[in-house]
């Protein structure tokens, strides 16, 4: 991002988080004027303010936050008038030791100084750009689908085979489910793997899984049952070639009327 970039937002926030609230420096494109104000660590709130950001402001917002993923990061992504600037921790460190040389740590003065490093070193950043499944799993989960996109019919068949999918079995009046016993377990291990990493990386998914463990699935089976959504997703973007887009995702949730978006106070795990 150039200097020359910084004029097409509308207002750039500073933001240090927090495990059950956030401080957050916020100035005004125009005026150049800055505020500060504690946000607390839930979905309704955040919401609650980033939309009053966007009724004030308009346009797009920079955020400069101290990490690239995480709980807060998952639901700012949601809006697609929110651009994220992870600032690195040590950079941040020296930007403060420059300022306060006792070594002295004040949250509100860091989410200041977040937003003082981006609008004063544009250059220096750039905007976050979320993979999807990162250098190690990625790999493994283009040979799990492969190149030949007719090879299964529906995601169904994908989650079946991966042993995914659970297994019912009736007899008479009764009937059990219990895990699919044949089948790759590699590829079963690969997709579960995929879907424990997305836990914290993505909103939609971390209130999936804390919903299951709730319910008093342990954490394996909850990951499965994460990796048989994920499947049906990935399923979709391979046989149409797009990229998984976690706001649009999020979007059709609404729209959905999906409890997955509904109002919830966030857990760390």
Avoid at 17 to 28: F, G, I, P
Avoid at 39 to 61: Q, S, T, Y
């Amino acid at each position: 991002m150039s200097e020359d970039n910084l004029s097409q937002y509308s207002a750039y926030i500073g933001l240090d988080w927090a495990d059950t609230k956030h401080d957050v420096c916020v100035q005004s494109a125009k005026s150049g004027e800055r505020e500060f104000s504690v946000v607390k660590h839930n979905p309704v709130a955040l919401d609650e303010w980033v939309k009053d950001l966007r009724k004030r402001f308009g346009g797009m917002i920079a955020v400069a936050v101290e990490l690239s993923k995480g709980p807060i990061v998952s639901v700012l992504q949601r809006y697609d008038f929110v651009v994220i600037f992870p600032i690195n921790p040590s950079t941040l460190a020296k930007y403060r030791e420059a300022f306060q040389p006792s070594g002295a740590k004040d949250d509100p003065t860091d989410a200041e100084l977040a937003l003082d490093l981006l609008v004063r070193h544009p250059h220096r950043f750039k905007p976050l750009q979320p993979q999807g499944a990162g250098s190690s799993l990625a790999p493994r989960l283009l040979v799990a689908f492969g190149e030949q996109r007719d090879r299964f019919g529906s995601a169904a068949d994908i989650q079946m085979y991966a042993g995914i999918a659970p297994v019912t079995e009736r007899s008479g009046r009764k009937h059990w489910v219990h895990w699919r016993w044949q089948c790759p377990t590699f590829l079963r291990q690969t997709f579960v793997e995929w879907a424990a990493q997305t836990i914290n990386k993505s909103y939609w998914a971390g209130q999936f899984y804390y919903q299951q463990r709730e319910k008093g699935l342990t954490y394996q089976a909850a990951c499965r049952s994460l990796a048989f959504k994920w499947i049906r997703i990935a399923y979709r973007c391979w046989q149409t070639g797009a990229k998984y887009d976690e706001s649009k995702y999020l979007k059709a949730l609404e729209r959905r009327g999906s409890p997955l978006v509904a109002q919830r106070s966030a857990k760390i795990a």
